[in-house]
C-alpha cells in the first residue's frame, strides 16, 4: 500500500460540524495536542504501544474495528520508496505475536528488499494467532531472486483486518532478520521501545496537517501559530516540510474537525452561512520555494452539494501582509442560498509538487457578500477562465476606480512568456481577452501588477 500522502487522504479526515462563519478565523485559538511517534516505524489506523510485551517495557498493538477501510497497518520503511537503508541478505524475519482474530479475519505480512532501486526479494504471507495470553514466534521464510547480491533498503509491513470483523487484535514485538539462525543486518527500533513526544499547538476549529501527519505515525508541525502579525494576538503560519518516507508534505489547514474514522469523498461543510457570500478576504504573506503556489480556497454548499467556489493563488514574494480576495464564482443553475462553507489553505501544492521549505502566513479571514472589497489595497478583483485552457482566456477586472495596470503571462520560474496588456482600466467591470493558442502546455500565472501591487492567478493551459 502507498503512504504518499494524497490530498485525497487528507481529504478523508473532514466531517461536518456546526459554526457560524469561518470558525476561529483570526487564528486566536490555540490548544495543546500532545503525539507520540515511534522511532523509524509508520503507522496507520487503530495502532498504539502497550506494555504487554514479550521482552522490554512495550509492544505493538494493531487493532480491527467493525467498519470499512479500517485495516492498520504497521510500517517499517517506506512503500514506493524502497523502505530504510538496510544491508544483508537473511532468509527468515521473525517476530513474536499474540491476539484474537474472528473467523475469516487475519493479518498479512510482506516484506520486501531492494538494491539501487530494484526488488531482489519478496514475501507476503496471511497469518493468525490463537492464543491471546501468550506469544507465539512466527517465522515468515525469504526467497531472493538473485544470487549472492545483498540488499541495500528493506521494507517490513504488518496489515490487520481482512473482512469487516469485530474486535480483531495483534500484539507485535522483537521483529528480527535472521540467516541460518543468526540474526543479520539491524532492524532499528524492532522491539518498539522507542518512542518520542512532541507537544504541537492544535488550532481549534480546523484539522492542519499536525493531525494529518500525526494519523499516519510521523507527527511534524505544519501548522503553528505565530505573532507575526496583522492584527490580534497570533496568525497562522503553514509551512511545507520534506518528512522522511513521504517526501514533502504540503502545509495545509482545513476547517472542520479531524474524524479518525471519516470516509467522506472530499472537504465538505464545516461551518454554516445564511447569505450568497461573494468574497472570502484575509490578509497573508507568502514566501515560496521554486515558484511554489499557495493556495486560499473557499468552497459553498447546499446540503452536500458543493455549489460555489473561490479561489486565489500566489506565487509571488509578499513581504508585509497584505489583503486578497477570493471570488465566489457559483453554479449558473444555483439560484437558491447555500447554507454551509469549508475553507482550505495550502502554502504550495497547486503545480503539483510543493516545495520543501515554502511558508504561508494567514490572517483575519472573513466572507462578505458584496460585489467589490472596499478595503483591498490594489482596489482591483480579479478572474480568469476558462481554465484549463488550450486557445483562449478572459480576465475580468472589477476596478474600484480608474487604475493603470500592467497585465501578463510568466512561467512557474517567474519568466515572462506573454505580455498581455499594459495601459489604463476604469472603475467598474472590464474584460480583456488573449490568444495563448502557441504557448505550450503547463503551469503559468497571469500577473497583474497595479501600483505597485501585484497579484497572480494560476492558469493551467492544456493542448
Not at 517495557?57 to 477501510?69: D, E, G, L, P, V
Not at 504540503?250 to 469523498?265: C, F, K, Q, R, T
Not at 489595497?377 to 478572474?383: F, G, L, S
Request: glycine share 10%; proline share 4%; hydrophobic share 40%.
Amino acid at each position: 500500500m502507498s503512504k504518499k500522502i494524497t490530498l485525497y487522504f487528507i481529504a478523508l479526515f473532514i466531517t461536518t460540524s456546526a459554526w457560524a462563519q469561518i470558525p476561529n478565523a483570526s487564528f486566536e485559538n490555540w490548544g495543546k495536542d500532545s503525539s507520540e511517534s515511534l522511532d523509524k516505524w509508520v503507522v496507520f489506523g487503530d495502532v498504539s504501544k502497550t506494555n504487554n510485551s514479550k521482552s522490554g517495557t512495550t509492544a505493538m498493538r494493531m487493532n480491527h474495528k467493525a467498519f470499512s477501510n479500517s485495516q492498520s497497518y504497521l510500517q517499517y520503511g517506506a512503500a514506493g520508496l524502497g523502505g530504510w537503508p538496510y544491508v544483508g541478505r537473511p532468509d527468515t524475519l521473525s517476530f513474536f505475536a499474540k491476539g484474537y482474530f474472528n473467523i475469516g479475519d487475519s493479518a498479512q505480512i510482506v516484506i520486501s528488499f531492494g538494491k539501487l532501486g530494484s526488488p531482489i526479494a519478496y514475501a507476503f504471507v496471511n497469518f493468525s494467532v490463537t492464543d491471546s495470553v501468550n506469544f507465539t514466534e512466527i517465522k515468515v521464510p525469504i526467497t531472493f531472486f538473485a544470487p549472492l547480491i545483498k540488499s541495500d533498503t528493506a521494507g517490513i509491513y504488518f496489515v490487520v483486518g481482512k473482512t469487516d470483523s469485530v474486535n480483531s487484535w495483534l500484539i507485535i514485538d522483537d521483529v528480527k532478520l535472521t540467516k541460518a539462525g543468526v540474526t543479520e543486518g539491524t532492524i532499528i527500533n524492532s522491539g518498539f521501545e522507542t518512542w518520542n513526544k512532541l507537544y504541537n499547538d492544535k488550532l481549534t476549529g480546523w484539522t492542519t496537517g499536525n493531525e494529518i501527519t500525526k494519523f499516519s505515525g510521523i507527527p511534524a508541525v505544519i501548522a503553528e501559530k505565530t505573532t507575526d502579525i496583522k492584527d490580534g494576538a497570533y496568525a497562522m503560519k503553514l509551512t511545507n516540510k520534506n518528512i522522511q518516507g513521504f517526501g514533502v508534505f504540503p502545509g495545509i489547514a482545513v476547517s472542520g474537525i479531524l474524524d479518525l474514522n471519516g470516509n467522506g469523498p472530499g472537504p465538505g461543510p464545516a461551518f454554516s452561512v445564511n447569505k450568497k457570500f461573494l468574497n472570502m478576504t484575509g490578509y497573508y504573506k507568502y514566501a515560496p520555494v521554486n515558484g511554489d503556489t499557495c493556495k486560499l480556497q473557499l468552497l459553498l454548499f447546499k446540503g452536500s452539494l458543493q455549489v460555489g467556489m473561490g479561489e486565489f493563488y500566489s506565487s509571488s514574494t509578499t513581504n508585509s501582509y497584505t489583503q486578497f480576495s477570493a471570488h465566489v464564482k457559483y453554479d449558473v443553475s444555483f439560484t437558491g442560498m447555500p447554507d454551509s462553507g469549508c475553507v482550505i489553505l495550502f502554502a504550495g501544492s497547486e503545480n503539483g509538487t510543493p516545495q520543501a521549505g515554502s511558508i504561508l502566513y494567514v490572517d483575519m479571514l472573513d466572507l462578505n457578500d458584496i460585489n467589490a472589497v472596499a478595503n483591498l489595497e490594489n482596489n482591483i478583483q480579479t478572474q480568469v477562465f476558462p481554465n484549463p485552457a488550450n486557445n483562449n482566456i478572459t480576465i475580468d477586472l472589477n476596478s474600484l476606480n480608474t487604475s493603470n495596470i500592467y497585465i501578463n503571462l510568466v512561467d512557474i520560474a517567474g519568466k515572462q512568456v506573454k505580455e498581455i496588456y499594459n495601459g489604463k482600466i476604469g472603475s467598474g467591470y472590464t474584460k480583456i481577452e488573449t490568444d495563448i493558442a502557441q504557448i505550450p502546455a503547463g503551469i503559468y500565472m497571469v500577473k497583474i501588477s497595479n501600483n505597485g501591487f501585484v497579484q497572480t492567478n494560476k492558469l493551467q493551459i492544456v493542448k
